[in-house]
């Protein structure tokens, strides 16, 4: 049972333009959500976080929304840059030292 | 944010030998270590989650006796794949973790990753 899912495995968006890339989850008891950007053969980056008293935060060119009703986060980079063409993984946890739940990714590749 | 590495980066080894990557917080001391093992074009799967001089807890269906975990200090684990098969090839990552000095939650840093090719 996949608790958190990114049904776009793949996304490509012209360079200047925003990217949307969306995360849905099915456990109530999540409170805190994270995106993560991934190059090949390397470990996950830590891009941007929200906690589930807010349903937006914005860092830079990264924005991620939260709609805890439709249970639903988003992540949106504007404008998009080549150098942003990786995997973004959305994951989830809960308070206190519990392990990350990852969705399976969504490949972003910005076209110049 | 904090700096968490990995070592080796790669290894290649024959079938039936043993492989250790190591796993160190380089700036903070990491109360959690958690490892992960990515398939090609798939998520990353949670291996197991060890606590600094305790038992590593694993995932279901993630052989303890095949994947050693140790957790002997704040600043290391380490990851022994014992008698190590082809099917064990696999990016295997660790991520290091302490609770947040202004929440709660869990801040997670990731290590490079090591590519683990048993022929």
């Known amino acids: 049972d996949q608790q958190v899912k990114q049904n776009s495995p793949s996304l490509s968006v012209q360079e200047g333009r925003i990217s949307i890339l969306n995360c849905d989850y099915t456990n109530s008891m999540f409170d805190y959500f994270l995106w993560y950007k991934k190059y090949p053969a390397e470990g996950p980056t830590f891009l941007i976080s929200?906690?589930?008293?807010?349903d937006k935060n914005e860092d830079g060119r990264f924005t991620v929304f939260l709609n805890k009703s439709a249970k639903h986060l988003s992540l949106h980079i504007v404008p998009s840059q080549p150098g942003d063409s990786a995997v973004y993984f959305c994951a989830a946890s809960r308070a206190g030292n519990t392990p990350l739940v990852f969705g399976k990714g969504t490949r972003l590749s910005v076209i110049a | 944010g904090a700096v968490v590495s990995q070592h080796p980066s790669r290894v290649i080894c024959k079938s039936g030998t043993s492989v250790k990557i190591e796993c160190r917080s380089l700036?903070?001391?990491?109360?959690?270590m958690f490892w992960y093992r990515q398939f090609p074009k798939k998520s990353l799967m949670l291996m197991a989650t060890s606590n600094e001089g305790s038992k590593a807890t694993y995932e279901q269906g993630v052989e303890k006796d095949k994947f050693l975990i140790n957790h002997a200090s704040l600043t290391l684990s380490t990851l022994t794949v014992t008698s190590a098969h082809p099917e064990d090839s696999s990016f295997y990552i660790c991520s290091a973790s302490n609770l947040g000095t202004q929440s709660s939650y869990n801040e997670q840093f990731f290590g490079p990753g090591t590519r683990l090719t048993v022929l």
């Open positions: 929200i906690s589930s008293i807010k």
């Open positions: 700036d903070f001391q990491a109360t959690t």
